[in-house]
């Protein structure tokens, strides 16, 4: 007889995860042999008759997949996707990384598959495998990219799509959180209506198994809520699928793709989020589609399950009706089916011929025999036949055909059910079902001993079930259920039918009710839609629907949770959004724990149950009104996701905030109308709240915000360019950083010197770029403060006192006024004695020129461009101890006015001091003294140092010193004993008397004003670093002149006027 198996793959696999873990029984090691079964002669057999032997060798079982069809395969053409450094795609066809030289001679299968022979409705799959993991293309949430690929069902076959496996490919570290995974119907060969939806789908598995070009290759397997696929007579039927994945880090994922084979059509992708679609041809994704394929509209076929005999015996389990034990084996009815039992085949030991076969069917409890749910007693036997012995025992192959009996299956889901047999031989000898460890079909054998246990999980029985299959007879699942127009007393209830069935059933109840024994229920008849009346206003439920099919029933759909509304309008957190497209979505975006909210989107659409990230697509473009209502401990936009769509906060409501750390981060859009103040009475960290809001500038209570528990406001404001709202008020004493707090507000200038920065370690950046701040910062405690690097770099206006500051700890002044252009307050009581690094520290501060020789400066290490530019400064800073100094590298370049005796200076560890004194010009005798009195120390060799256009006379001994004994390379103004002449300082006229550079600030234009006729040559704009921007020929121009200086960007440039009479130079500010 030709035996026909209704068990697939699936059956096997979770019969070797089944296998994973041994458990121990009370019948464990109950063994007999044929002596002890002989002189046992009693109705209660003891343990060791339970079971032959305990055998515990595990074979593994191979699954072979027929193939049913096969087609060539094309490719033509190639696209890629690559994110740029702000992970915003750029172009349309940017590249992602280069291909794989590595190619695959591919040709497309469709296979079909079980697990012992074969039946009608079987396992299938279809898949298009990777080309050496080629290429990647966009498709994750911190896009509006999503890439779609084809299934073909073929013809004259249903399809239910069961198991989704991809490959995807993404940084080092970056994993796959989950996937919203959408079906839709084929529309033109793109990507039509949707059929199916399912939201965050997590996967049930994601492994490394390859690297290229850096990226990591994971092979993503989603076991989905089960979709049937329609087939259609006589011709294959296309539909799509599409992956939206959700990473972490908010970073990219790249799905798998192949130029090698195209399966059916290329695959198609969306730029705006799936409203519209495009092919793109010669290319498709790497995928397996698993599920179950079955007759067209179903149909009655012959189907068998068996776990074949190995015919070594080596086992067997007491199935005797003489006596307590009972064994039991499990059947496996597939998803979508019914299956009606009509044979039995069973390998058994005895050593008297079978007499009487009783059977006992039972449902499944938790992988163990349940409820008797029917029996048969004195079955007729068709045949027994003795075909081999083991341990003492004849083996009976007994064939029996039984009164047919159904098991009933279910929508989208594999149901088990459980079979003991219960023989006696007429004499009351021993019965045993033999079981086999060769292989195992489902669940391993059963033994009962007063209960129903598994007394080892490597042992299967030998069995063949036989009957028939009603494929496709079972009652369908609804799909998209959904719940909208929530009232205090109400909601409408709407969902997909499953199939051509028009009676169903609505169960809701409490979160996390079981809909099969609790909740209210409502039927509903002839619509797939129903009102819910009776609800208790502001109250969470969930509701499930199921179809009832008359003779059977589907499994529910669900939960989907709802909100009944009943809230103080004034609780709300309501913010604004803007579409512009049609079906645009939007996502509020959450991270961590804690969520439990409802949404009401402004379109007539609320949902509950939000425990995560929650999204909404608007079918017409428009501002909508968003309100959050719950446990919404967080909102997280952090520079991506829908940071663009957000448009205002127009109520805080009473919602306790946790955190607000990069909450609206990169909000460029955000404005706030807020009348009311968050409960910010638990937050700690505002990390870039309101950084790159650069619309953003307050609201009604801004300032008096209760942030008296916040420890870090690092980068809170940083790009928030025109935010300008007074916060003086604020209680920062917690406050432990205020790094880059400020950095890019580059409109903010209000007083906050009440502010108690007592707590404050690091104000690195603080101002930076903060180019109108200007106020007196002179009463702030700053003695906690141990980095101070850049704190007020390119503050262009700012001149605060700040004299009286404790910077005792500071220990980096790194850039700290680099840039600040106006600066030039007296600092020079400050006890910089921990500070390590100077770097930069007035590097462009303009004008300043304070006296700074008393700072103790002992334990700086580097002093690298910290005057450079410095145009004005001209201090006597020469008994400064430089000796742990180690670069000096540009230290006073273009600091023009700066002529002072370093002789003294103590520069034996300086390594570098390349450019040191670049467009300076040091007075003969400071020179000299300087080349003497440094050549007398133990100075480190090859030390590259330029003195600028200094000139020497009574130095030469020294400067040979420093040439020749310690190899210096110099690069100075060369030598000259003659009359000096005077300097030439950056700000005087010079000889060029009468000439007049106006208007300053300058916008457009550069007047030179030439009252005394003096013939002028050319000039020349620099800007603070030294660097030419443009020059002039003047051609002796001796009146008035006009230089165009519109392409000029805004900033301080140095301009210098040559002429026959001598040069001028002077700092002009460009708006």
């Not at 005999?309 to 597939?334: H, M, P, Q, R, W």
């Not at 310690?966 to 009359?979: A, R």
């Amino acid at each position: 007889m030709k035996r026909i198996t209704v068990i697939i793959c699936i059956v096997g696999l979770l019969s070797l995860s089944m296998n994973a873990q041994v458990m121990q029984s009370s019948s464990q090691g109950s063994r007999v042999n044929r002596s002890d079964v002989e002189s046992s002669n009693k109705p209660t057999a003891s343990v060791q008759e339970q079971r032959l032997k305990d055998h515990s060798q595990n074979q593994p079982i191979v699954f072979q997949k027929p193939t049913i069809k096969s087609q060539e395969t094309t490719k033509t053409g190639s696209w890629n996707f690559l994110p740029s450094s702000t992970g915003v795609l750029s172009g349309s066809h940017p590249e992602f990384y280069p291909k794989s030289d590595q190619t695959i001679n591919y040709k497309e299968a469709l296979e079909l598959s079980n697990s012992s022979a074969e039946r009608s409705n079987l396992a299938c799959s279809q898949e298009n495998p990777t080309n050496g993991f080629e290429v990647g293309y966009t498709t994750s949430k911190n896009t509006v990219q999503i890439i779609a690929t084809d299934i073909t069902v073929p013809a004259d076959t249903d399809f239910t799509l069961n198991t989704i496996t991809i490959n995807i490919h993404s940084i080092p570290g970056v994993t796959l959180i989950s996937a919203d995974i959408t079906l839709y119907e084929n529309a033109s060969d793109l990507p039509g209506t949707i059929k199916s939806s399912q939201a965050a789908v997590i996967p049930v598995s994601q492994t490394i198994i390859g690297n290229n070009n850096g990226y990591d290759i994971s092979e993503i397997v989603f076991d989905i809520n089960p979709v049937m696929l329609q087939g259609q007579a006589g011709l294959p039927t296309t539909y799509w699928v599409s992956l939206y994945v959700d990473m972490t880090s908010s970073d990219f994922g790249y799905i798998d793709s192949t130029s090698a084979s195209v399966v059916g059509l290329p695959l198609s992708y969306s730029e705006d989020a799936g409203a519209t679609w495009l092919p793109y041809p010669g290319w498709d994704t790497v995928y397996i589609f698993d599920g179950d394929c079955g007759p067209l509209g179903g149909g009655t076929v012959n189907c068998s399950e068996e776990n074949p005999n190995d015919f070594t015996f080596e086992d067997g389990y007491n199935c005797s009706s003489d006596y307590i034990f009972k064994t039991a084996n499990d059947l496996t009815v597939a998803a979508d089916d019914n299956f009606t039992l009509e044979h039995i085949t069973a390998s058994i030991m005895a050593n008297n011929p079978i007499l009487t076969v009783n059977v006992n069917y039972y449902d499944d409890a938790s992988g163990l025999p349940g409820t008797l749910i029917g029996s048969e007693n004195s079955v007729s036997i068709d045949s027994q036949t003795i075909i081999g012995s083991g341990s003492g025992y004849d083996v009976h192959e007994l064939q029996m055909t039984v009164t047919p009996f159904t098991f009933p299956g279910q929508s989208g889901a594999p149901t088990t059910y459980w079979i003991e047999l219960s023989i006696s031989d007429g004499s009351g000898g021993f019965v045993f079902w033999v079981a086999t460890t060769s292989s195992m079909i489902g669940h391993p054998l059963a033994l009962y001993d007063g209960g129903w246990t598994i007394p080892d999980l490597s042992k299967d029985g030998v069995y063949i079930w036989e009957g028939t299959c009603d494929v496709g007879s079972v009652c369908q699942a609804p799909t998209s259920l959904s719940v909208d127009a929530v009232t205090q007393t109400t909601a409408d209830i709407s969902w997909v039918a499953g199939g051509s069935e028009t009676e169903w059933i609505i169960q809701y109840g409490a979160p996390g009710f079981d809909p099969n024994s609790e909740g209210t229920t409502v039927l509903a008849s002839g619509s797939s839609n129903t009102v819910i009346n009776g609800l208790t206003a502001g109250t969470n439920y969930d509701v499930y629907v199921k179809a009832d099919c008359g003779s059977n029933q589907s499994i529910f759909t669900g939960p989907v949770s709802f909100l009944t509304s009943s809230i103080n309008p004034g609780e709300y957190f309501v913010t604004t959004w803007q579409t512009t497209m049609s079906n645009e979505m939007i996502t509020i975006p959450t991270t961590g724990s804690g969520y439990n909210y409802s949404v009401d989107w402004g379109d007539g659409n609320t949902d509950g149950g939000w425990f995560g990230d929650a999204s909404h697509i608007y079918t017409a473009p428009g501002v909508y009104t968003v309100k959050i209502n719950g446990a919404f401990p967080r909102i997280y936009f952090n520079n991506s996701g829908d940071r663009m769509k957000i448009k205002s906060i127009e109520q805080w409501g009473v919602n306790p905030w946790t955190s607000m750390n990069s909450a609206f981060l990169g909000c460029e859009n955000l404005v706030s109308h807020a009348m009311d103040m968050p409960d910010l009475s638990m937050v700690t960290d505002m990390y870039g709240m309101f950084a790159f809001a650069r619309k953003f500038n307050g609201d009604a209570n801004f300032g008096n915000w209760n942030v008296g528990n916040v420890t870090s406001m690092y980068g809170m404001f940083g790009g928030a360019s025109i935010f300008n709202y007074p916060i003086g008020n604020w209680n920062v004493g917690n406050v432990t950083t205020m790094e880059k707090m400020f950095d890019g507000a580059s409109l903010f200038n209000q007083p906050i010197d009440n502010w108690n920065v007592g707590n404050v370690t690091s104000m690195n950046s603080m101002f930076r770029t903060a180019m109108n701040f200007n106020q007196d910062l002179n009463s702030w405690n700053v003695s906690n403060v141990t980095d101070m690097s850049g704190m007020f770099a390119y503050a262009r206006k700012f001149n605060g006192a700040i004299g009286n500051w404790n910077v005792g700890n500071v220990t980096n002044m790194k850039g700290m006024f680099g840039g600040a252009s106006v600066f030039n307050q007296y600092i020079g009581g400050w006890d910089v004695g921990n500070v390590t690094d100077m770097e930069q520290m007035f590097h462009g501060a303009t004008i300043f020129n304070q006296d700074l020789g008393a700072w103790n400066v002992s334990n700086v290490t580097n002093m690298n461009n910290m005057l450079a530019t410095a145009m004005k400064f001209n201090q006597d800073i020469s008994n400064w101890n430089v000796s742990n100094v180690t670069n000096m590298r540009s230290m006073f370049f273009h600091a023009n006015r700066f002529d002072q005796n370093l002789g003294a200076w103590d520069v034996s560890n300086v390594t570098d001091m390349t450019n040191m004194f670049v467009n300076v010009t040091l007075s003969t005798s400071n020179y000299d003294a300087l080349l003497n009195g440094w050549s007398a120390l133990p100075l480190k060799s090859n030390v590259k140092f330029h003195a600028g256009l200094s000139k020497y006379c009574a130095g030469e001994p020294g400067r040979n010193i420093l040439t020749g004994t310690f190899n210096w390379t110099i690069i100075d103004g060369g030598m000259d004993c003659g009359v000096f002449s005077e300097r030439l300082d950056v700000g005087s006229h010079g000889a060029l008397v009468g000439t007049t550079l106006y208007p300053n600030p300058m916008r457009d234009q550069l007047n030179i004003l030439n009252s005394s006729n003096s013939e002028l040559e050319s000039l020349s704009i620099y800007d603070l670093t030294g660097r030419l921007i443009q020059s002039y020929n003047l051609n002796g121009a001796t009146i008035e002149t006009v230089i165009d200086v519109s392409h000029l960007s805004s900033a301080t440039y140095m301009v210098i006027i040559n002429g026959n009479n001598g040069s001028t130079a002077e700092f002009i500010i460009k708006e």
